[in-house]
């Protein structure tokens, strides 16, 4: 058995295990819940600072590091504009998501519908992160376990808002598709490739999307405790640094 095939078997089997524990924390919500009830605005601000150093520290990033190659593979004399077309999605992403969230909360006659839309592109957000989780490009299990922490803060703090908008439909459904969604993208990250362009785009607009999230829900309607939400961010800064330490995975 050759170093590539154990790095890919062992890095499925953690990885497998970390989509296991977080799809459970999905799913065990509601018990967390009681159990947390008074501390929870704690969680909820802790949570709230990862989720900002998510969207700074790695989600940006990324798309600058698209962004590049992009630059880098388009032909000369080609618009300029359209060589930064990852940024456009970002904010397609986070106007799509405000208006969304408007209707959601106006005396519109169809709010049930955009409140389904709201539902579908936390799933769909999910798949995205357990693709993500399936193909880290770093050795070892720490970055795994950095990762699956980071993450089961971070849908803490998205259950915990997606609990709030109607516990009925999250306690008998949405809990379950937020664990499969996850489970389902971790699947098609093992066994398949999405096309790159694909991957760039989508992350590009639910990062504008998860940026209006954190603004308008999670800092502007929750407002965090200042410490937890301060350690979080610092957290998120750790796990960041150690992350872009590691080597990179050259297959």
Not at 39 to 64: D, E, R, T
Not at 81 to 106: C, E, M, P, Q, T
Not at 153 to 168: D, E, R, S, T
Not at 214 to 239: D, N
Request: hydrophobic share 55%; charged share 10%; aromatic share 18%.
């Amino acid at each position: 058995m050759t170093d590539i095939t154990e790095l890919f078997i062992s890095k499925n089997i953690g990885s497998g295990l970390a989509v296991l524990i977080l799809a459970s924390l999905n799913i065990m919500y509601p018990s967390l819940q009681k159990k947390l009830y008074i501390s929870i605005n704690y969680w909820i601000s802790f949570s709230s600072g990862i989720a900002l150093g998510y969207v700074f520290l790695y989600m940006l990033p990324k798309l600058s590091d698209f962004t590049i190659q992009i630059i880098q593979q388009s032909p000369a004399g080609s618009w300029e504009f359209i060589n930064y077309r990852i940024y456009l999605f970002v904010l397609i992403g986070l106007v799509i998501y405000f208006v969304v969230d408007w209707y959601s909360k106006a005396e519109y006659k169809d709010r049930k519908i955009i409140r389904l839309f709201n539902y579908a592109a936390f799933c769909f957000y999910s798949i995205i992160l357990g693709y993500i989780l399936a193909d880290i490009p770093r050795p070892g299990i720490l970055p795994i376990i950095l990762v699956a922490m980071v993450l089961g803060v971070h849908f803490f703090g998205i259950n915990h808002q997606l609990f709030q908008w109607n516990y009925l439909i999250f306690t008998r459904y949405l809990r379950w598709l937020l664990a499969l969604s996850i489970f389902v993208g971790w699947l098609y990250g093992i066994f398949t490739e999405l096309p790159k362009e694909f991957v760039m785009t989508t992350t590009a607009f639910l990062s504008g999307a998860m940026i209006a999230n954190v603004m308008f829900e999670e800092l502007s309607k929750h407002r965090p405790t200042l410490k937890p939400f301060i350690t979080g961010v610092l957290a998120m800064t750790v796990v960041a640094a150690v992350m872009r330490s590691l080597p990179k995975i050259i297959y």
